[in-house]
């Protein structure tokens, strides 16, 4: 089977433990390659390599560091056929949804943090208090220490290490153990256009290695990508020296369909939402609401839509829908849906394990669940999706904020005033009309609530990874300047 190396400091290493773990395809439960199983003596030559490679990393000019992130896109493009089959077989992702979209996508992202990387904003120059000139600086924060999730490993480490390099930090990133094949060939590609040892490393291991990496004393922000349960143990550990944390959570995204909304296209929509990458996707349409005099219809036509759904090997140009990553994960989905069964929600399609090899778990619809239910406040991370009636705007997006999640959402009207007021009411990061799931690499992503804080993607991802800095000069070069007797000797 073929080893992985991690990389630290500018090489391909084994774990010093020298074990390692085997990554696993989910669509067929094959070993497909091995990666170390690193420890904390990994973690520290990490996070040291990243801390040397800092002070000459943060003092290239802009345009030296927008240079090579362009060449790492660039490299990485040239490899999109072999990134697209890795993510494909160990994420168990459609390869048509890779292929023409999270790699395209990730490689977009990291080209628009080439860009930024030249764009300083902020507040100009100024004499704001009288005989002082104050002037900003952003300045990297440091070593940065990123952890992703499973769902979309390429795009998660563009996500991740792109506008960090780019605002001048240096970074060690952990993927997630079930996916970490795609990062460790991105930190590679990096190295072979000639970024310096240490800019990129890339731990693998889990939550052993995750741990004492937010824990190191040099790490000076934690970037993190998964679910919220552990997002809330991250600011645990980070609160302990006080790390800046950015923490990209669950999301329970609402779907709200209006009687005036073409239900046709809403109906492909919510299909489309719900059962992309097999519903693990944090910004998944998972709680469909629609006005009740179009109710029925719009039931019938989803799940009409949704038994379409082509369910098969990842590789096959006409699968629609892959393996959920791992047996835990199925086992974790079929636990929701079936409490909701025995909570007597009603059950309109799938709710079963298919048999054979691999991971799969049918489309699944229930329909009205109390809002106060758990498969209708718990993020399930699965193809499983609630169907709901409300009976008004103003029940449309109460029922809507009514969850601990603010990730996304979306409205599907004609009416474009309904469009405007129901977006503006609604208490999550990104809101669609007539469409979901869409993302821009100039637009951020990010959530509200528990979803987490700060931005992914845009130029606010760039805010996220700088520390604006206020330098005051004193104009008057006076020994005794005229605002000193406040605190001591008498005015003049
Ligand atoms: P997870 O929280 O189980 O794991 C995410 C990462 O954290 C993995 O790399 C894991 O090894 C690591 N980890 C786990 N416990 C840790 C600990 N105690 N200390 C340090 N690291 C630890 O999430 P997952 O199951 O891999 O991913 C699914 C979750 O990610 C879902 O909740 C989904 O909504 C969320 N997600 C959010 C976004 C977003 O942008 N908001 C995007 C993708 C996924």
């Known amino acids: 089977m073929e080893q992985y190396k991690m990389i630290i400091n500018g090489e391909a290493v084994a774990a010093v433990s020298a074990d390692w773990e085997t990554v696993i395809n989910p669509a067929t439960e094959d070993g497909i390659a091995e990666v170390p199983q690193a420890d904390y003596t990994d973690v520290d030559n990490a996070v040291t390599a990243a801390k040397s490679a800092f002070t000459s990393w943060s003092q290239l000019s802009p345009a030296e560091r927008s240079t090579l992130i362009y060449k790492l896109a660039d490299a990485l493009e040239a490899k999109t056929d072999r990134l697209t ?54 300045e990297p924060v440091g070593v940065v220490a990123s952890i992703a999730p499973w769902n979309y490993p390429i795009m998660m480490a563009a996500w991740k290490i792109a506008p960090a390099i780019a605002a001048g930090n240096t970074v060690v990133i952990k993927p997630a153990p079930q996916t970490p094949l795609t990062t460790l060939m991105l930190a590679q590609t990096a190295l072979e256009v000639g970024f310096p040892p240490g800019v990129i490393n890339v731990v693998t291991g889990g939550a052993s ?43 329970k995204a609402p779907l709200i369909v209006f009687a005036d909304a073409d239900i046709a296209a809403a109906a492909q929509g919510a299909v489309v939402g719900a059962y992309v990458n097999t519903g693990q996707d944090c910004t998944a349409a998972t709680r ?43 086992q974790r989905v079929h636990g929701f849906v079936e409490r909701a069964k025995n909570d007597s929600v009603s059950l309109k399609l799938g709710g079963e394990i298919p048999d054979g090899k691999g991971f799969f778990y049918q489309p699944t619809i229930f329909c009205d669940a109390p809002t106060q239910s758990e498969i ?13 009636p409300i009976d008004s705007e103003q029940e449309a997006i109460a029922v809507a904020n009514d969850v601990k999640y603010g990730l996304a959402a979306s409205v599907w009207t004609k009416d474009i005033i309904k469009a405007w007021r129901v977006a503006s009411a609604l208490e999550f990061g990104t809101v669609w009309i007539n469409d979901h799931l869409p993302l821009a690499s100039e637009m951020p992503h990010g959530g509200f609530k528990e979803s987490g804080f700060g931005k992914d993607l845009s130029r606010y991802a760039m805010e996220e990874y700088t520390i604006a800095k206020h330098i005051m000069f004193d104009l008057s070069g006076d020994v005794k300047k005229p605002w000193h007797f406040t605190a001591f000797g008498d005015a003049e």
């Open 85 to 138: 089959e890795i993510e494909s077989l160990s994420a168990g992702k459609p390869m048509k949804l890779v292929a023409n979209g999270d790699v395209p996508f990730a490689i977009d992202n990291i080209r628009y943090f080439a860009g930024q990387a030249r764009v300083i904003e902020g507040i100009a120059t100024k004499e704001f208090v009288s005989g002082y000139t104050s002037t900003i600086r952003r």
């Open 376 to 388: 209708m406040q718990e993020e399930v991370f699965g193809p499983v999706v609630v169907v709901n």
């Open 288 to 330: 469909i609401l629609v006005e009740r005099s179009r109710y029925q219809e719009f039931l019938a036509a989803f799940t009409e839509l949704a038994q379409q759904v082509r369910l098969g090997t990842p590789q096959a140009e006409t699968t629609d829908m892959g393996p959920l990553i791992s047996a835990d994960q199925r």
């Open 209 to 251: 290695v995750g741990e004492p990496l937010i824990s190191h004393p040099d790490v000076r922000m934690v970037s993190f990508t998964g679910s919220t349960r552990t997002g809330k143990r991250i600011m645990e550990l980070a609160a302990q020296k006080v790390t800046r944390v950015h923490l990209e959570l669950g999301g």
